[in-house]
């Protein structure tokens, strides 16, 4: 099967941009997981979709959000971008997303946003 | 929320030799105990995962331990290769009804000489 899929893999933009990053799971896999990789606060867990519903949301402010399609890919959308947001934005995919997050996830190569 | 801390923060070990990296956490609810390796540049890949009905698990070089009471789990390499050299990151679930969290250690630096 193929792996997961993440779309641009490099992004530059401005402060007060927006900005669409794109994910697409392993054939099968219904729920969707983002997180953000900093040098200084690590991998954070941004918030999770399964079958077009958010199911589960990190400590990130409003400017930041997703959505899922009925074929499972799903976007995350960033407004108003600040200096901070500059980060590597990784997706995760797993079959169910069982409560309690006991699926394993598998990680995207991630799309490196670079923000001016 | 839940608290992950891990250690340490950099390794640096002869070829051959053992390495362990250690994480401990806060929630008692928490029941999967993921590791991860990040080569740089690459994404994060599953290297080993245990779950809280098993107190250690083992794939090949590379073992897993976890001490439910004491809430800690440990990543232990055998035999270390230059290839082995990467960031690792251990994780746990949030228990309960949290769906698709994993709330993660701040990585260890593993570097082996050869």
């Known amino acids: 099967k193929a792996g997961v899929t993440q779309t641009p893999r490099y992004l530059i933009k401005t402060r007060g941009q927006q900005v669409t990053l794109s994910c697409s799971p392993i054939s099968g896999h219904r729920s969707v997981s983002w997180y953000q990789q900093t040098p200084g606060q690590g991998l954070q867990f941004l918030f999770e979709y399964f079958s077009e519903t958010q199911r589960n949301k990190g400590n990130f402010p409003g400017r930041f959000s997703g959505r899922q399609f009925s074929n499972s890919r799903s976007e995350m959308n960033v407004s108003t971008l600040e200096l901070g947001d500059s980060a590597l934005y990784l997706c995760?995919?797993?079959?169910?997303?069982?409560?309690?997050?006991?699926?394993?996830?598998?990680f995207g190569p991630g799309t490196r946003l670079t923000v001016l | 929320g839940e608290n992950v801390e891990q250690h340490p923060s950099t390794l640096s070990v002869q070829e051959g030799d053992s390495a362990v990296i250690k994480c401990t956490y806060s929630d008692s609810a928490s029941n999967y105990f993921p590791w991860y390796k990040q080569e740089l540049g690459k994404r994060p890949q599953l290297i080993i995962d245990?779950?809280?009905?098993?107190g250690e698990k083992k794939d090949q070089r590379i073992a897993v331990t976890l001490n439910k009471t004491a809430k800690h789990f440990s990543l232990h390499i055998t035999e270390t290769q230059p290839e082995d050299s990467a960031v690792y990151f251990c994780a746990v679930n949030a228990g309960g009804t949290s769906y698709g969290k994993l709330t993660f250690g701040q990585g260890t630096i593993l570097t082996v000489h050869p």
């Open positions: 995760a995919s797993s079959l169910a997303g069982l409560a309690g997050g006991l699926n394993t996830q598998y």
């Open positions: 245990i779950r809280s009905n098993v």
